[in-house]
């Protein structure tokens, strides 16, 4: 099983990216989904076909889907946002206002994840290709499983025998209803499956991230911050598309230019995403709509080659003993400047802040039990260093 999302900036052409992606691999025999999590869907339009929210065959190995982030919200939330009204407006808020409060943040994300979660539960594809929302909504999904189980743990307490227990109480004492125990269910039940949604995405034996990008400076830059951003949250790139590539030309003064510009800009490619594979998709002559030019426009992308392989990384987390009572946690961060990051131990998370992107890394056990010893930024890597706090070791 295969899982490869497809992002970057809007207008590089990652839509049709991935569907050229998807339609080379089913035509070499892997039985292919492609998934558009984007809100202003476009993947029909690549394919010149029509999609719903249901896979639908395109050609022979292939189907497509457009999710509706809609359908299935109130069959998953319900529950949860009922009970949340009624204490909204138990408290005095408008019934309209405690509606649009309770509705659960990112939920569009939320149910997109759902349906990649479901289909590659199914066992019916040997890939699932994503065609993602631009970057930044990109980074909003794949932030939502961790930080959204964060979340629920803090409203929803664990110990649901206890509450059961002194719920009359506490209700009488609170003059607000308590939450039963379906709504119990149903927040653990999303929790769950935002887990299992979490666990797929950072298999490094089935899951990855590829950057599309234009050899422009500002795409470039924007791809440099999205690989940090996407290694910050623990997900592995293992590869980087350069999209719309001039080919070489003679006696055309203008192209000539671009295609000199684009060969410095793609040398900053090669730089900045050393290690990587970059491969360079050329500018077609006419707009690649429809199986056959999707198709042929990946194999000039990528040859003899699978489109879909899984290339090795670096795992983007690590926690290592380095001594009796040292250990080092090394989280990679390619392109962070020491100025944007920032390191705060709260309780038994750490927090961890780039630029505007933040991160709350539930602790391990081992370390929940040491001190933060300092923490510095090189060559990529975020170190963090723990030592053993004598106070608690022996207690757990």
């Given at each position: ?5 497809f992002?970057?900036k809007?207008g590089?052409?990652k839509?049709t990216?991935?569907?050229a992606?998807?339609a ?5 025999g892997c039985k292919?989904?492609v998934?558009?999590?984007d809100p202003a869907?476009?993947l029909a339009?690549?394919?010149?076909v029509t ?5 639908t ?5 292939l ?5 509706d ?14 009970y ?8 005095g808020?408008?019934p309209l206002e405690?509606e649009e409060l309770?509705v659960?943040p990112?939920?569009?994300e ?7 979660r479901r ?5 019916q594809w ?7 929302a631009?970057?930044?909504e990109?980074?909003?999904?794949l ?13 929803f307490?664990t110990?649901?025998?206890?509450l ?7 209700t009488h004492m609170a003059?607000?209803?308590l939450p039963p125990?379906?709504v119990?269910a149903?927040a653990e039940?999303?929790s769950?499956e935002?887990?299992?949604v979490?666990s797929?995405?950072i298999d ?6 590829r950057?599309?990008l234009t050899?422009e400076t ?6 440099r911050?999205?690989?940090t ?8 790139v293992?590869?980087v ?10 006696g055309d003064?203008?192209?000539a230019?671009?295609?000199d510009?684009?060969?410095?800009q ?5 730089a900045?995403?050393?290690g ?7 500018y077609?002559a006419?707009?690649?709509?429809g199986?056959a030019?999707?198709?042929e426009l ?14 090795e990384?670096?795992?983007p987390?690590?926690v ?9 946690m090394?989280i990679?961060?390619p ?12 309780g ?7 630029g ?8 391990p056990s081992?370390?929940q039990?040491c001190a933060?010893?300092g923490?510095?930024?090189?060559d990529?890597q975020?170190?963090?260093r723990?030592?053993v706090?004598d106070?608690?070791?022996?207690k757990?």
């Amino acid at each position: 099983m295969r899982v490869v999302l497809f992002t970057g900036k809007g207008g590089v052409g990652k839509t049709t990216t991935s569907a050229a992606a998807a339609a080379l691999a089913a035509a070499r025999g892997c039985k292919t989904l492609v998934l558009s999590t984007d809100p202003a869907h476009s993947l029909a339009d690549a394919y010149g076909v029509t999609l719903t929210s249901e896979a639908t065959e395109i050609d022979t190995g292939l189907y497509g889907q457009q999710v509706d982030t809609q359908r299935a919200f109130e069959a998953r939330w319900r529950e949860v946002q009922h009970y949340l009204q009624d204490v909204l407006e138990q408290g005095g808020i408008d019934p309209l206002e405690a509606e649009e409060l309770t509705v659960l943040p990112g939920a569009e994300e939320v149910l997109a994840l759902l349906e990649l979660r479901r289909q590659v539960a199914s066992g019916q594809w040997d890939a699932v290709v994503v065609d993602c929302a631009p970057t930044g909504e990109t980074l909003r999904l794949l932030a939502l499983p961790e930080a959204l189980r964060w979340w629920m743990r803090r409203i929803f307490p664990t110990d649901r025998r206890l509450l059961r227990t002194i719920r009359p109480v506490l209700t009488h004492m609170a003059g607000l209803p308590l939450p039963p125990d379906s709504v119990f269910a149903a927040a653990e039940r999303l929790s769950n499956e935002l887990a299992d949604v979490r666990s797929m995405l950072i298999d490094s034996a089935v899951a990855s991230v590829r950057l599309v990008l234009t050899p422009e400076t500002v795409v470039i830059a924007e791809a440099r911050r999205t690989l940090t951003s996407l290694s910050l949250y623990g997900y592995r790139v293992d590869g980087v598309v350069a999209n719309r590539v001039f080919p070489a030309t003679d006696g055309d003064d203008w192209r000539a230019g671009w295609v000199d510009a684009q060969r410095e800009q793609l040398a900053a490619v090669r730089a900045s995403f050393a290690g990587l594979p970059i491969w360079e998709s050329a500018y077609a002559a006419a707009e690649p709509v429809g199986i056959a030019a999707l198709a042929e426009l990946a194999d000039a992308t990528y040859g003899d080659s699978d489109p879909l392989a899984l290339n090795e990384t670096p795992d983007p987390l690590t926690v290592d003993r380095v001594s009796s009572d040292e250990f080092v946690m090394s989280i990679g961060l390619p392109h962070a400047d020491r100025s944007d990051v920032e390191l705060v131990r709260k309780g038994d998370d750490l927090v961890v802040t780039v630029g505007s992107y933040r991160r709350v890394l539930a602790l391990p056990s081992v370390l929940q039990r040491c001190a933060v010893d300092g923490a510095g930024l090189r060559d990529g890597q975020l170190r963090v260093r723990f030592r053993v706090d004598d106070q608690v070791w022996m207690k757990s």
